[in-house]
């Protein structure tokens, strides 16, 4: 029987050999096999990360349909304010925009949201971190 010490040895002097015959085999007879399998058991892939995923959403408290949810509100929000940007009028890449921003303690709640432009809505951010930054320094 061979000791661990000669394996050690072994690879030690064959190591450039040995990982590239391990590179070859990944890149080649691995990824094959990787790719048949992703594709022969895709349901059952997608099924795993569905599960997954709705675990960690519950971890962290994030509401399972993130993106219908903003749809609807997006929605509620157009027939109340109107299908235009709040502060330039323009009706071009509308986005949802916390009025009093969640980072400072605004709710995601339908009150606190309004419908800007993304140019309104980047401006708005570089306003926000501003106000951050003199606040910070002032207090500091």
């Known amino acids: 029987m061979q000791t661990k010490e000669y394996f050690d040895e072994y690879y030690q002097k064959n190591k450039e050999k040995i990982l ?9 007879v691995g990824k ?3 790719v048949k399998y992703n594709e022969d058991n895709r349901e059952r892939i997608n099924e795993y990360y569905r599960i997954y995923h709705k675990k960690r959403r519950k971890e962290l408290g994030i509401s ?33 925009q916390h009025i009093k921003p969640r980072c400072i303690g605004g709710e995601y709640s339908y009150d606190n949201l309004e419908i800007l432009c993304q140019t ?5 951010y570089h306003q926000l971190v501003k106000k951050a930054l003199t606040y910070y320094f002032k207090n500091k």
Do not use: H, P
């Open 120 to 124: 309104c809505n980047i401006k708005d």
């Open 20 to 28: 590239k015959k391990q590179k070859e085999y990944y890149n080649n």
């Open 64 to 96: 399972e349909r993130v993106n219908e949810g903003k749809v609807s509100w997006m929605k509620k929000i157009i027939k109340r304010d109107g299908a235009f940007c709040k502060k330039c009028k323009t009706t071009k890449d509308l986005t949802l």
């Open 32 to 34: 094959t096999k990787r």
